[in-house]
């Protein structure tokens, strides 16, 4: 009886061993310059993929996405995780012939901020059609500056991937309507496709699932808030305030006149006192200062520094240098593939540090610091807008936008 036990307990851990193992290797693993990533944040999406993985294979016919539901409102971590079991037994299975697969392929065309707002209608479509989602995400891969998803998403990789010589999805040709570049239009194909799951959840729930720092750009974020707070309690005892001046410099389009980052130094100020009034007490403010204008985050950094901090309010700055404003318009020319991703991986820590601030003062009509709000902690009563000085006058050059309601936001003070 002693022998058999023993061998009973060697057989189960042989077994647990050997599942372990082929959960390890059944994980994609997508890697830039080792910045090796595997799931998104829930690994119990990546255990379930996995075991669906091991089971046999599936009848050679193509099944779209349906999540059934009386639910108006449903969690989008609970649709997701089952659509991730959908997608690898539809992707992977050979048997369908690739025509037959149906699928939204969405490519960016835009800056990071956009991109990221026109992902999530990608998102939204492929999984109310019932489709098998997949990013051709550029100039850099994913993984560069985001964390890999737990299913088969790389385009081009599933482009180019294959099983018992069988194509697992057909060229983009094959299916016209698949692909989406940037936002949807109104007259999109696929806008003309009948809905299989009429399903509403909330989007920063979406974008928090789907758009996360990969392992480098997390570790740049945690460093500058970890060096910004002595102790647990200090975090308690501050007020992470964000400065996010987009000029427009080097585009097409003016979102600040010269002199307005000003504005920014003044409405953090009259915030900061009222703030402070209110409490009856001194609060330390930890502010992030970014820009698209080296020049421009000089002279708030400096004017933080030097004018703010006399006993009134007691200011600490932190700022990130070197990082690039449009990642998605970048290339190796800018400098060596090594230093591009660096400073790609910078912006990117930007993108998530801006979603750590408790209050936020953003240029009217930057999707680049909106889209970081969105998915961040910041009441929406803690966003605040500024608006270029001469939306309602002449410019210096073109410029699409108009006044935010209010100009100014009230807490600034700012006279019209």
Known sequence: MYIIRLMCYRVFHFTLILCVFTLICNAKNISEDNDSETCGESSDLCEQASRENRQPSQPAVWKPFVYE????????????AEYVIWHR???????????EKKSVVFTPNAGLGDS???????????????????????????????????????????????NNNNALICPEHSDPAAQLSGHITAEHPLLKIPTINDLNFAYDDM??????????????????????????NDRKNVQLVGLVMRTGEGEYNQFLSPGDEAYFVKCFRNY??????????????????TSDNIETKIKVVNELNNQINNGEIHVDVITLDDSFVHVMHVSEKNGKKKTVKEKIRKTYAEYFLIGKCNVLFLTHGSLFGRAAAERGIADEQNVHFISDSKCDGKREKYSYLKCHEPKYPAVCNIPL
């Open 207 to 232: 974008i928090r699932a789907i758009v996360q720092p990969s392992t480098k750009v997390q570790h740049i974020v945690d460093s500058v808030i970890s060096s910004q707070f002595e102790s647990n």
């Open 272 to 289: 900061a006192v009222d703030y402070q009034q209110k409490l009856a007490k001194l609060v330390k403010f930890k502010v992030f200062v």
């Open 116 to 162: 990221i707002g026109a992902l999530s209608t990608g998102v939204s479509i492929a999984l109310k059609t019932g489709r098998l989602l997949f990013i051709n995400w550029k100039p850099y891969n994913w993984t560069v500056g985001l964390k890999a998803l737990p299913f088969d998403y790389d385009y081009l990789a599933a482009l180019n991937a294959l």
């Open 89 to 99: 037994r539809m992707y992977l299975n050979a048997d369908i012939p690739c025509h």
């Open 69 to 80: 539901s009386k639910a108006k409102w449903v969690a989008f971590q609970t649709v997701f």
